[in-house]
Structure formats: structure tokens, C-alpha cells
């Protein structure tokens, strides 16, 4: 598959609270999306798995409107983590193993790989998700998308809660991610400089409207609307 594909593509997308949002993500590609509180950053993730419906505009998946793919699919192959793990109680493999279970594929999930990807132990398997701590929930939460082997992985301030040294962990292993499974990640953050460290590509969104998008590491420098400088010096 080409690096240079797009997995998703929006097309004048518009809800309520977003306004003709057009942007592509690419395989394999990190972006980031910034913006005030309440600018409708979280909203435009959950279009792309359907958590909402736009009102105009079109949405893409490998090329295919995602109105034409069955929302099971569509949610297996781009996956969601939230600020919150939300995970069910219950002993982490019972958790990773979930999405598999519903489509009868539960003898396919290799729980043991997983924990090894988001480098949690083996002995996780049998503990209870209300005894690990932030981080390990939010590894566990990442295993669990995971076993539905998405393509892309979105993430609605999946750090916003974690300490720093946790937060590291989770970005290392967001990239490892990227390199080894060739995913492509879409996240949300009210961290400027995680958003700098992390992004190959920035969204920035004002009142639902996205008013500056491209490298990161150029528009960071040289930012092209005044919205955005002025954001980047608060």
C-alpha cells in the first residue's frame, strides 16, 4: 500500500457545531488536531466512526463512503480510545477480548500478543481492569482496539489524564505502533507541545471551522492565520 494514500478523506464535512471540514489522512501519518475548548476537535472524531452523522458533506474510507460500510466494520477498522479507558468490569483479557467475541472471532484474538504490544505482561491477563492504574487501563484500552486490527487509530485526549512519565509510554507507543502496524493516528490534544512532538501533520479548529491545517513542524513555525498565532501564544 502506498505511503502516500489516503485513508481518510472529508469532503465539506458540516454538523452543527463543525463547518465544511475538508482534510485527507494518509497511511501510516500522525496528525494531530488542536484548537480552543469547545471548538468541535472531538466532534470531528466521532464522524469518522459514526458516533455522529454529518448533516452535509462526504467521508471516505480507502476510498468508500463510509455510509456504505456496515458500522461494526467501520468502527473495527478505525478504531477509538477516549480521554477515559471506559473499559467493563471484568480482567483485561475479558476486556481485549470483547470486539472479537461479538463477531465470533474470539478463538483468533491472541490476547498474549497484544499485552506484548502495548507492553503490558502476560500476567495481565487475569487481572482486574479496577486494579491497574491509569496508564495500564489505557494500554489495555489500546490492546482492545487492537484486537479488531484497525487501520486507523483515533484518540480523543487519550493522555489528557496520565502523568507524564505515563504519557510518554502511550506516545512511544502510539509511534511503535505507526511503524511496526503501519497505522495511521488521528489525535486530539490540548497539548501544544505533545501536539508539536507528535504530529506529522496539524489540524488547528476555531469554531468549527478548520482554519489551518499542513506539516507540522512549518505551520508550528510559521503559522499562516493570525487565529492560530495567537493560539500558539497562550
Request: charged share 30%; aromatic share 6%.
Amino acid at each position: 500500500m502506498d505511503k502516500n494514500q489516503s485513508i481518510i478523506t472529508c469532503k465539506d464535512v458540516s454538523t452543527d457545531r463543525l463547518k465544511d471540514i475538508s482534510f485527507e489522512l494518509r497511511r501510516k501519518q500522525i496528525t494531530t488536531i488542536v484548537g480552543p475548548s469547545g471548538a468541535g476537535k472531538s466532534s470531528l472524531l466521532f464522524l469518522l466512526n459514526r458516533l455522529e452523522e454529518p448533516t452535509s458533506g462526504e467521508i471516505y474510507y480507502l476510498g468508500r463512503n463510509i455510509k456504505d460500510i456496515p458500522v461494526t466494520q467501520l468502527r473495527c477498522e478505525i478504531g477509538m480510545v477516549f480521554q477515559s479507558a471506559y473499559l467493563f468490569d471484568g480482567t483485561a483479557e475479558e476486556n481485549i477480548q470483547y470486539g472479537p467475541k461479538l463477531r465470533g472471532e474470539v478463538e483468533d484474538c491472541d490476547v498474549n500478543r497484544l499485552l506484548d504490544l502495548v507492553d503490558l505482561p502476560q500476567s495481565f491477563k487475569s487481572r482486574y481492569v479496577t486494579s491497574l492504574s491509569g496508564g495500564e487501563q489505557q494500554r489495555v484500552a489500546i490492546a482492545r482496539t487492537f484486537a479488531n486490527k484497525p487501520s486507523v487509530l483515533l484518540l480523543d485526549e487519550a493522555t489528557s489524564a496520565l502523568d507524564i512519565k505515563t504519557t510518554e509510554h502511550i506516545e512511544e507507543l502510539l509511534i511503535r505502533l505507526r511503524d511496526e502496524k503501519e497505522i495511521s493516528v488521528l489525535m486530539v490534544t490540548h497539548n501544544l507541545k505533545q501536539a508539536e512532538r507528535m504530529g506529522e501533520q496539524t489540524l488547528y479548529i476555531e469554531e468549527g471551522r478548520l482554519l489551518e491545517s499542513g506539516l507540522t513542524s512549518e505551520i508550528f513555525e510559521h503559522p499562516e492565520t493570525n487565529h492560530f498565532e495567537q493560539f500558539l501564544k497562550e
